[in-house]
């Protein structure tokens, strides 16, 4: 049977990783590059690459660091971050992504997703979505999470697989950063709805919060963390260890 | 030499990659004496099965690739490229393959029960119905990255790997020199490398 999959997040800016990372024994821990790299050697099941620059030398910069990337390492790579056109699909697919997450961008115009479905498939076609509580509703937010846009996550995510969208990334900010578990509730909502595989994110502190993630809600298929991995407090091949031991199935050989 | 077969279909990038990580020679090209002079040839392809059969079609690399490979040279279609390597698919409506390996490409929804979700999307395990030279430097149980809605069907007596998903499907299939693999080898970490080590290396596949 297929396997959960888990996945780290790397924020890049400026040609490097952010948010502080603090591996032990590797050196030089904020270079896209080898950071990938040691991820894939972990057993790490496929890699989150988000673009938070915003000037055009950066937007260059992150484009060489990916083809840097997917000529070296050899796992499913999505890319996101400025994805606000076609022709922003098309430029980090020729670099080696193999998905493309869009946010803000389909929130400016919706037919960023049919078009793309359209053009690439809709496998290639990832909706991430930053959503919190908001008068009882959980509502979409955008720009990073500071604006609220009024969307109600459920009917946006709906509408976003029906329109080509071929997976989901739900990114809680009720429970992003606290690490006090991912958010099964929303979850479970947008679970509901969809028939496209769900990549839970935001809230992971420990490795009880993916078990607790996978048992919950078997219809989730990843858990994405950026932090947890990045300083070492949680470690990828002892999750996928513990969480096969507690029944999950898990990518164990080959890495 | 292997070429990597470029008739327009998706992006090769990876592939072309994989095979520099591996340090196997290779070219993407669709010029067909390239093509000739090539010790293997690899057909790659993503999409929609009648654009791309169409596509291969319009430059004759059809009969090139089929007749190359009736001649003994080996060849591995890799995801909608071994799919092609069937009689027919019925992907949106009745399409005709290379037809190098009797079979059909149908959709996984006739195989599997009702709540899995399709595409299948993501890592799963191979099992060996029988030995393959192209598995020989990986193991029964290793994982590979699938992106499939179709899967091939009544081609069993060349299925050399299938993988449970709701159902076994053909993950992987050899007749004599020509092999096809459903899954992404340029996607699969080291496992999916060294499928393609064993089939580049120099010297006969099989």
Redesign the interface.
């Given at each position: 049977?297929?396997?959960k999959?888990i996945i780290p997040c790397l924020d890049v800016k400026d040609g490097r990783v952010v948010k502080g990372v603090n591996f032990l024994g590797l050196h030089d821990v904020s270079s896209p590059v080898r950071l990938a790299k040691f991820y894939?050697d972990c057993g790490a099941?496929e890699l989150v690459f988000y673009d938070i620059t915003a000037s055009a030398e950066g937007r260059a910069l992150f484009t060489d660091i990916l083809t840097e990337v997917?000529?070296?390492i050899?796992?499913?790579l999505t890319v996101g971050g400025g994805i606000n056109t076609v022709d922003d699909f098309d430029r980090v697919?020729?670099?080696?992504a193999?998905k493309v997450s869009v946010n803000s961008g389909a929130i400016r115009d919706p037919s960023l997703i049919p078009q793309a479905a359209r053009r690439y498939?809709?496998?290639c076609v990832v909706l991430s979505v930053d959503a919190k509580r908001v008068d009882g509703q959980f509502r979409v937010f955008a720009k990073g999470g500071r604006e609220d846009t009024g969307l109600d996550a459920i009917q946006w995510i709906k509408s976003g697989v029906k329109n080509g969208a071929?997976?989901i990334v739900l990114n809680s900010i009720d429970t992003d950063g606290v690490k006090n578990g991912f958010d099964l509730e929303m979850l479970e909502a947008v679970c509901d709805v969809v028939?496209?595989?769900v990549i839970a994110s935001g809230g992971a502190g420990c490795v009880d919060h993916f078990k607790e993630l996978f048992h919950a809600l078997p219809k989730v298929?990843?858990g994405l963390a950026a932090s947890i991995f990045h300083f070492g407090e949680v470690a990828i091949p002892d999750l996928k260890r513990e969480l096969a031991a507690d029944g999950i199935n898990m990518?164990l050989?080959?890495? | 030499m292997v070429a990597i077969i470029d008739y327009g279909v998706g992006?090769l990038?990876?592939l072309r990659?994989?095979l520099?990580?591996i340090g196997a020679e290779a070219v993407v090209t669709g010029d067909p004496e390239v093509i000739r002079r090539a010790d293997k040839l690899i057909l790659p392809g993503?999409?929609a099965f009648q654009d791309a059969a169409a596509l291969l079609r319009r430059d004759g690399l059809d009969r090139l690739v089929t007749e190359e490979a009736i001649g003994g040279k080996p060849l591995l279609g890799i995801c909608l490229g071994m799919q092609l390597l069937f009689d027919v698919s019925y992907e949106y409506g009745e399409h005709r393959g290379l037809g190098l390996i009797p079979g059909r490409v149908v959709p996984i929804a006739d195989a599997i029960p009702a709540g899995l979700?399709?595409?299948?999307?993501?890592?799963?395990?191979l099992r060996f119905p029988k030995p393959s030279p192209l598995f020989r430097y990986?193991?029964e149980?290793?994982?590979v990255?699938?992106?499939h809605s179709y899967y091939a069907a009544g081609c069993e007596d060349y299925v050399t790997a299938d993988t449970?998903?709701g159902a076994y499907l053909t993950a992987a299939v050899q007749r004599d020199n020509v092999f096809g693999v459903q899954f992404h080898p340029?996607?699969?970490?080291?496992?999916?490398?060294d499928i393609l080590r064993a089939f580049c290396e120099e010297g006969a596949v099989c």
């Open positions: 049977m297929i396997t999959r894939s099941d997917a000529s070296t050899f796992i499913p697919l020729k670099c080696g193999d498939g809709d496998q071929g997976e028939d496209v595989p298929d990843a990518r050989s080959g890495f | 992006n990038f990876s990659s994989s520099a990580a993503v999409g979700k399709i595409p299948q999307i993501g890592w799963n395990a990986i193991r149980g290793d994982c990255y699938f992106v449970e998903y340029e996607k699969s970490g080291t496992v999916g490398l």
